[in-house]
């Protein structure tokens, strides 16, 4: 197929974390290949980071929220609006302080405290040992972490001030393997917890007098899941063997007796100088007085059931890897290595579905709170899958890139972007609801290169298959494939802006091939360069390509006259990446000496330099044998990009680092840390003195080879492996970045996956002329007077969101064309801009437009004389309609194809129905409609009823 669409459900809103993979067999099998996610609104502070991940998963862990309408798993870097390092999972949730437990991905076993309400880590705790499972209990006075073969109590934090949110209530001991699982009973007396020693235990969470630790046992393989019923102390565990056991307590969960210290009896006084005698003595009378303890709680296994023995003869079930109880419903779901999972319905074990979502191993399984919706992640594939069981529908599905995403590209309004990765797949995104909503995957190697034609109607792609492919966004359909006339890897993509010239650059070939995109014919192979072509751009304003190659040259090519190419510049060393600012009158170009520099194009002069080694920030590998000072000289700047008015540059590569620079000015503006995950390469200057030996660094010690399944080597009587498997660190860097057309965001291509920060001023209080008489009091007594003209300049000259959208709001529609009218041009400017972001979220979209009408049509021709510094703005405005009419448009055809159904139906029940006695030929109708005239038109189900009366 060349394009998929993907179930959605607007109410879910999850976070963007996930990667691709093959589309797996069809018959039985859910499709894992697209999916929509919904973004968090932005932060608070200057930027936001939001990122879809194209790095492989260490661990899964997923999380419903309470009301369902958000998704939390180890791969994303926000919960909520809570922005976090991505090398920390979440383990828990704690509903009633609105908090979350994340879980470091090191081994040091770090975990955060963080807050939902204020997206702030609370406090970070070390645990100084991998942590496998946390979980607050349902009271949320207390949450227990599985530590080793011990599990760690501590009081949740609440509202007293502490200084240290981590307080230790009791530490239970017991297992002789590490602890995997816990369950909490739902009144928080006791808990369960699951071991790899193929027993489970049950503690108390206080003392009593008839629990102290019960141990259950009875399978043969690692526990993975053990489940209380609820308001029971009965069991449920789940073995990775495949066996399930049901075990009943003999006693109910009211009848644990809380713990009372016993009372000694001596008949006779101990009066003794010698200490030992005494002791002696006290002994003897305890033997002869013991105190009567409780009868401790039993359990009896009920059944053993047998995932393989529930699928019917002939099945082949794989090991066990997750599960999740439904205590509500009484439903359990089981993942399985293969990619299978089961649903089930307890104690019976009635098996009610049993489906296939890849042939990877299901990393995690959660339900939501009513049970109604599961969800799925699959680490090895990248998979989130959102199931309704009962009716078997998707409410979600989502995968990103299986390999690292290595191009980007914005559509022109801003809307959408193409992302291309090392496997093959061209993906796009939506970036305000953050969901990827179509796949291709023709491509058969690596996407070097991805760009939108001006029309954002087409998307092309070049790949290292020797291919370059255009994509229809009406059809989603591969419709045009250029090739070479030999066999070429494309390393790079570019179209001109009518849309019709296509050029890519060779990597084998060292040449520039040209094609029409209305015929799909090669037009012309541009032959000069000694070297991979590394980069292509074309002028805004010129018939005039830009190629850069590691020859150490930049040629300007003339693709219409043919004639070889215009001009060549020659540098000191080899050409990463050429961009034309949006006007077309300055070429960056960017070297492998990491230095930037800019060209005027007609005269072919270089204008100013820009030297960026000591901005790319210094970073030692674990791997290096030199400094981080010294390393620095290898880096450079693999991809640059203009801002959407040409003033500033952006610039990253080789580094955790994105640089923007003003141009003018040749200065460094700000530096932005695409991540603080530890767990990539290079994210250190020193490295740590933990891991250095008196022969160096650990990392430069041959570890061994594990197995093929990546699993450690264990040697003989060794539990936990020799600690010798190899290991890979991927190494931070930015491949691609991209300025966005409406100029308010800027995304990034990044090992950390897909990134993009977007600029926030509601929370920033900026004036504009300020002087001590603006107010909001003045502004609201001229908006109650009737000065509208007043009440709006003073608004905007405080240039608070929400007192602009008072004034605007309050001004009547018959006052708009005048005030629109005697607005300086200055202000008619900024309310554009006020009105292109409002009309996104607004309700009143009539209201909005009315404005946007009058000013382009009063002051459409001064606004044209400055329209390189508006364009950012029109292309917002644009953006939002355009969204606005698709989301409209599908209300009103929905609305409009069931009126028609309607009309339709009662028109063949009038044609079929006789007249009864007594009543006119409109007797039908009017008995119809008098039904509909009682329906409350507010009604939720008022379509349904409607319909209901009609047929």
């Known amino acids: 197929m060349a394009g998929d669409t ?73 919960l909520g609006n809570l922005y976090v390092q991505s090398s920390l999972r979440p383990i828990c949730l704690n509903e009633e302080y609105i908090e979350s437990l994340w879980q470091h991905r090191d081994p040091e076993g770090d975990a955060l405290l963080c807050s939902l309400l204020s997206r702030t880590v609370i406090h970070t705790y070390k645990f100084h040992r991998p942590i496998n499972c946390i979980q607050f209990s349902p009271d949320g006075k207390k949450f227990a972490a599985t530590r080793d073969n011990m ?83 009965n069991v449920y565990i789940a073995s990775r063997s495949g066996h399930l056991s049901v075990w009943k307590c003999d006693t109910e969960l009211d009848g644990l007796t809380p713990y009372t210290k016993p009372k000694m009896e001596t008949d006779a006084k101990l009066v003794s100088d010698n200490e030992e005698e005494s002791e002696k003595k006290e002994q003897e009378d305890v033997t002869k007085n013991p105190v009567k303890t409780e009868e401790q709680i039993k359990y009896r296994k009920l059944a053993k059931h047998s995932y393989k023995e529930s699928l019917g ?72 899958l959102v199931w309704e069981w009962q009716s078997e529908t998707y409410v979600l599905k989502q995968q990103g890139h299986f390999n690292n995403i290595s191009c980007l590209s914005y559509s022109p309004d801003g809307q959408f972007i193409a992302t291309g990765g090392e496997d093959g797949k061209v993906k796009l995104w939506n970036t305000s609801s953050g969901f990827c909503f179509v796949t291709f995957n023709e491509h058969l190697g690596g996407v070097t290169g991805v760009t939108f034609t001006q029309n954002g109607q087409v998307v092309l792609s070049s790949s290292l298959d020797g291919t370059v492919r255009a994509f229809d966004l009406n059809r989603y359909r591969n419709f045009r494939t250029f090739t070479s006339p030999r066999p070429a890897q494309f390393s790079c993509i570019t179209v001109d802006n009518s849309g019709d010239i296509v050029c890519a650059g060779g990597m084998d070939t060292f040449e520039i091939f040209v094609w029409s995109m209305q015929t799909g014919r090669l037009i012309e192979v541009l032959a000069g360069h000694e070297g991979p072509v590394s980069s292509l751009s074309f002028s805004s304003n010129k018939a005039l390509l830009a190629s850069g190659s590691w020859d150490k040259t930049v040629k300007l090519w003339d693709v219409f006259e043919s004639k070889g190419a215009k001009e060549t510049i020659v540098l000191s060393s080899d050409v990463l990446a050429v961009r034309f600012r949006p006007d077309g009158n300055e070429l960056a170009v960017s070297t492998l000496d990491s230095q930037i520099s800019f060209w005027d194009p007609a005269n072919v002069v270089q204008t100013h330099s820009i030297e960026g080694r000591h901005d790319l920030g210094y970073s030692r590998k674990e791997g290096d044998k030199i400094t981080a000072k010294k390393s620095a000289a290898g880096k450079a700047f693999m991809t640059v990009c203009y801002s959407a008015d040409g003033k500033c540059l952006l610039a990253a590569g080789q580094s955790k680092s994105v640089c923007i620079y003003s141009v003018p000015d040749q200065l460094l503006v700000k530096k932005f840390d695409i991540s603080c995950n530890m767990s990539f390469d290079g994210m250190e200057e020193y490295l740590d003195r933990k891991k250095m030996t008196e022969w160096g660094s650990l990392s430069l010690v041959d570890q061994g080879e594990g197995d093929r399944n990546g699993h450690n080597i264990s040697l003989p009587g060794v539990k936990k492996g020799d600690m010798s498997s190899r290991h890979w660190k991927p190494e931070v860097r930015v ?65 608070e969101m929400k007192l602009k959208q008072e004034v605007l709001e309050h001004i009547p529609v018959s006052s708009v064309e005048v005030i629109v009218e005697n607005l300086p041009d200055i202000y008619v400017d900024k309310l554009l801009v006020f009105l292109a972001t409002q009309i996104e979220n607004t309700t009143h979209i009539e209201f909005y437009l009315l404005w946007v009408n009058r000013i382009l049509m009063i002051h459409g021709l001064k606004l044209k004389q400055r329209s390189q510094r508006i364009i950012s703005c029109v292309r917002t405005l644009q953006k939002n309609v355009n969204r606005k009419y698709e989301d409209i448009g599908k209300i009103c055809d929905h609305n409009k194809y069931s009126i028609d159904y309607i009309l339709a139906l009662s028109q063949c029940k009038r044609k079929h129905a006789p007249p009864s006695d007594g009543e006119g030929e409109g007797g039908d109708s009017d008995s119809v409609m008098e039904g509909v005239d009682e329906l409350d038109s507010s009604d939720e189900d008022f379509m349904t009823n409607l319909m209901e009366k009609v047929t």
Not at 161 to 171: G, I, S
Not at 208 to 220: D, E, K, P, T
Request: glycine content about 8%; proline content about 4%.
């Open 6 to 78: 993907s179930t959605y459900c607007p109410t879910n809103s999850i976070n963007r974390c996930v990667r691709n993979g093959t589309e797996p067999e069809c018959g039985g099998r859910l499709k894992d290949d697209q999916g929509r996610e919904e973004s968090p609104p932005l932060d608070d502070l200057e930027v936001l980071g939001r990122a879809v991940h194209a790095v492989g998963w260490t661990h899964a862990t997923i999380l419903f929220s309470e009301d369902a309408a958000s998704i939390a798993f180890n791969l994303a870097e926000q």
């Open 151 to 233: 599990v760690q109590v501590f009081h949740a934090p609440g509202k007293t001030k502490e200084f240290n949110p981590f307080v230790l209530y009791r530490t239970f001991y017991g297992a002789y393997d590490e602890t995997v699982c816990i369950d909490w009973t739902t009144d928080s007396r006791a808990f369960c917890v699951g071991s790899k020693d193929m027993t489970t235990r049950v503690y108390g969470t206080e003392p009593y007098n008839n629990l102290i630790v019960n141990s259950i046992g009875g399978h043969n393989g690692a526990v993975v899941g053990a489940f209380f019923e609820k308001d029971s102390l």
């Open 313 to 384: 003869e002939g099945a082949r079930v794989s090991k066990l890897t997750s599960v999740a109880f439904q205590k509500d419903t009484h439903i359990l779901v089981s993942g399985f290595k293969d990619g299978s999972f089961y649903l089930h319905e307890l104690p019976d074990f009635n098996l009610i579905h049993s489906l296939s979502i890849s042939d990877q191993t299901i990393s995690s399984v959660a339900f939501n709170k009513t049970g109604d919706w599961i969800a799925l992640a699959c680490h090895g594939l990248g998979q989130l």
């Open 735 to 799: 491949v691609s970045i991209q300025f966005s057309p409406t100029g308010r965001a800027w995304a990034a291509a990044t090992t950390e996956g897909l990134m993009i920060y977007s600029l926030d001023s509601s929370m920033v209080f900026d004036p504009f002329d300020l002087d001590i008489e603006v107010t909001p009091n003045s502004t609201r007594k001229a908006l109650a007077k009737g000065e509208y003209s007043t009440a709006l300049i003073l608004s905007f000259k405080l240039n």
